[in-house]
């Protein structure tokens, strides 16, 4: 059966260290793969696209990584603050104009 | 990024009317948005894909004669909840994907309560 899981429900880490999100998923093969920051009670906020081809992208303290052979995405945010806590939600991009596939979400809290 | 617009952001009704929600794509073109509802501390729920110029596409379980969708340029999406009642109170929120970068954005959402 077709599943994307992200491993952790939520993650707490100390102000300044390297947050680490995971994004998992079985029989899909996405285009490309989306990340997003979801506040309570607003939409969610686009941060970065990685196409299949793509090992890495990067854009200021984000980092992600794809592997189409392990199936996996990494989200790290470096540096991390009290700011940065939200929950995350990773998205498999079929290509197209079909929907996202969306992971749950992982609640990173940030502890100053 | 891409703006993606909703309006309104919040609205109260009574039950038994119709609240219409409209999705503007800012700066880009979008053939197609999406619709989708979240209640709290839920996951975004997909409602219904809606299709520049045809008939949207609807989730199993999401009644079309309820939630009416028109997509009427490549700019706007209206979703319209009618004969609201208590249990369509949530979160709605559309996102367009911009055909260039592939990008997909979202609006703000708009949080509907019905009385």
């Known amino acids: 059966s077709q599943k994307i899981e992200q491993n952790s429900e939520a993650l707490n880490i100390q102000e300044g260290k390297t947050a680490t999100l995971t994004c998992n998923y079985t029989n899909y093969s996405p285009a490309y793969l989306q990340w997003y920051r979801q506040d309570p009670g607003r939409g969610p906020v686009f941060l970065l696209l990685i196409r299949e081809n793509e090992k890495e992208k990067r854009k200021e303290r984000l980092k992600v990584t794809f592997d189409t052979t392990l199936k996996q995405s990494l989200f790290h945010i470096t540096a991390s603050q009290p700011a940065d806590s939200a929950t995350y939600l990773c998205?498999?991009?079929?290509?197209?104009?079909?929907?996202?596939?969306f992971g749950k979400g992982t609640r990173l809290s940030v502890i100053a | 990024g891409a703006v993606v617009s909703q309006h309104p952001s919040w609205v109260i009704c009574k039950s038994g009317t119709s609240v219409k929600i409209e999705c503007r794509s800012l700066d880009f073109q979008a053939t197609t948005m999406f619709w989708y509802r979240q209640f709290p501390k839920q996951s975004l729920m997909l409602m219904a894909t809606s299709n520049e110029g045809s008939k949207a596409t609807y989730e199993q379980g999401v009644e079309k004669d309820k939630f009416l969708i028109n997509h009427a340029s490549l700019t706007l999406s209206t979703l319209t909840v009618t004969s609201a009642h208590p249990e369509d109170s949530s979160f709605y929120i559309c996102?367009?994907?911009?055909?260039?970068?592939?990008?997909?954005?979202f609006g703000p959402g708009t949080r509907l309560t019905v009385l």
């Open positions: 998205a498999l991009d079929l290509g197209g104009n079909t929907p996202l596939v």
């Open positions: 996102s367009a994907r911009d055909g260039t970068s592939f990008e997909q954005f």
